[in-house]
Structures are given as C-alpha cells and as structure tokens.
C-alpha cells in the first residue's frame, strides 16, 4: 500500500524520515536480517509535495519529493508529519494547493493522519472542525485563538478525530512513533 508522506520546507526532517524508514521495514526488516527470502513489505512509504523540486526541511536536511500531489488521482493514506512552526505560527494562506489536495483525499476516502504539529495543517483544511484533535501542548493556545472550532486536547498521544478513525492527529514531537505503531 502507498503511504503519503506530505513534505514542505517546515517539515522536521526526523519525522519524516523516521516515518518512511519505519514504514518500510513493516512486515520485512526481519526477514532481510534473517536472509529468508520472504519479504513481506507492507507498505510502500512515497513523499510527497507540491512540485517534485528538491528543497530543503528543517535542519536544512534535504527531500526530494516522488511525486507531486497533482499526480496522485487517490490515497488511501496520507501522513503530515511534524511541522517546525512556533507556537504563534499558523499556515494561512500558505499551501492552498496542498490543503485543497488534503480535503479532495479526504472525500475519496484517504485516512489522514498527522504527528505533532502536523495538526495544524489539518486544521488549515477544516477537516478537525468540531472534532477532537491532539498536538504537543505548546500549541493549545494556537487552536483556541486560529482553530476555535477544533477541539483540542494535549493530553493524549493519539487522537480519532472520528469514529472510523480516518483521522487520527497524534501528540507531541517523538509522536510519530506512535503513530508510526497504530498505522
């Protein structure tokens, strides 16, 4: 299965690194130590931006996107990972391309997910309007004053934002784990 990591130059390079190597050793890292010949790869871990250009996240550490999000006709997982944003930061404005994107998989029938402060893309595409959402807590005051209509709670690691679980938000900066575990 294809996993869409979402890239843009405030996305903490660990996160989402640590996310495409986790997600491509699921179901195989066992069986190419063990030599056996049986790999059973999961998933299929792809970034993914708003061009193909290469650029730099943060840290300065390099991506080089796979594919560009007008290239992807579906998804059935799409993973915003951490974002370096201050906690006075939102992204308004910015990536309307990528947000109109996130809400188009959404009504296809992606599950979205976020780690940290992913949320607050998320919360750009209106897609955790009047549902519960997590984050590291340092941006509590950021979804009170910019996303009212979110319902955060900093408190728990993972967050369903719905009953069927298609968008889960996930808290703060070692997260991803988590997520990376419940995915």
């Known amino acids: 299965m294809d996993v869409f990591l979402v890239a843009v130059p405030q996305t903490a390079g660990s996160a989402l690194y640590g996310m495409v190597d986790v997600l491509a050793a699921t179901g195989s890292i ?9 790999s059973g790869q999961v998933f299929n871990p792809v970034i993914v931006s708003e061009r193909r250009e290469p650029f730099l996240c943060g840290n300065g550490i390099p991506v080089q996107p796979a594919v560009a999000i007008d290239e992807i006709g579906a998804a059935e997982v799409v993973i915003v990972p951490e974002l370096w944003l201050g906690p006075d930061e939102d992204l308004k404005g910015r990536y309307p391309g ?3 994107w996130l809400r188009a998989m959404h009504r296809a029938g992606a599950h979205l997910y976020s780690a940290c402060s992913g949320a607050i893309m998320l919360a750009e595409t209106g897609l955790l309007d ?9 941006y509590q005051d950021l979804f009170r ?19 069927a679980g298609r968008i889960v938000t996930a808290g703060g900066t070692t997260s991803w784990h988590d997520l990376a575990l419940h995915i």
């Open 30 to 38: 066992w069986q190419t130590l063990a030599r056996s010949g049986e």
């Open 98 to 100: 990528l947000i109109a």
């Open 130 to 138: 009047g549902r519960s959402a997590t984050s590291h807590w340092g």
């Open 145 to 163: 004053h910019r996303y009212p209509s979110v319902r955060f709670q900093p408190e728990p690691n993972l967050c369903l934002a719905d009953d």
